[in-house]
């Protein structure tokens, strides 16, 4: 990074840090992040330094909490506002997982049900930006789905994005199935065994281990789908 964004960095870092120190700290003083600047004019304002740009955007939006008076990180900032944040600067710097790895570690950390919504779409939508690579923020946005808002329609959704849209020969295996674990979960046993068993005879699956286990887990939603009933 050039030298005069070293000084830019450290100077924005100070000044947000001083403004922090000198504010008031009432309530309402940071519960709103100001409105998100559009990818296209931080373009512009990169003269030429787009990653560079990305990162001091992530700084400040990170430095923005830290002399509030929230009682939690995170929960009283305007979440649609802090998406659109997100948005230009992975539009600014495709190619950085962090705004994602924040949205997904740092920004999930909310107890309304509406931001945590908020946060998974957005990871769901960037997803497809460039699946291969995108993909863990995806399935850590599908056990969210999971086990924080309970839908499971919704953890689906985001599951079988991964497998269908993934196909680098690095995205493990345990991603690839996801969906057919909250498959099982909603008590979809059928639509679970006939999508293993697709998934069996596509000749995707190309390890013999990987492979026994799969067949052995459909014969298990087999076993369970000609269980009598009691």
């Not at 450290?10 to 504010?23: E, F, S, T």
């Not at 999971?146 to 269908?164: G, Q, S, T, V, W």
């Not at 995707?204 to 492979?211: H, L, Q, V």
Request: aromatic residues 10%; negative net charge.
């Amino acid at each position: 990074m050039p030298p005069w964004l070293w000084t830019l960095l450290a100077g924005a870092v100070a000044g947000q840090l001083a403004v922090h120190a000198m504010a008031p700290t009432h309530e309402a003083r940071t519960s709103d992040l100001p409105a998100a600047p559009r990818a296209a004019a931080l373009r512009v304002a990169s003269f030429g330094e787009p990653e560079a740009l990305a990162r001091l955007a992530m700084l400040y939006l990170q430095a923005f909490d830290l002399g509030g008076a929230n009682t939690l990180p995170y929960q009283r900032l305007d979440y649609s506002r802090l998406v659109a944040w997100l948005e230009s600067i992975v539009a600014l710097d495709p190619h950085s997982q962090y705004p994602l790895f924040c949205a997904s570690r740092v920004y999930t950390q909310t107890t309304d049900p509406a931001r945590l919504r908020l946060v998974l779409d957005f990871l769901y939508r960037e997803f497809f930006a460039d699946p291969n690579r995108r993909w863990p923020w995806l399935a850590e946005a599908a056990l969210l789905a999971k086990h924080e808002l309970k839908d499971l329609p919704l953890a689906r959704r985001y599951a079988a994005a991964i497998d269908r849209y993934t196909t680098a020969s690095d995205v493990p295996l345990w991603a690839k199935q996801m969906e057919v674990f909250i498959l099982e979960d909603m008590d979809e046993l059928e639509a679970a065994r006939i999508m293993l068993g697709g998934l069996l005879e596509s000749g995707r699956i190309t390890d013999p281990g990987e492979a026994r286990l799969l067949q052995q887990r459909l014969q298990e939603l087999d076993r369970r789908l000609h269980a009598p009933t009691r």
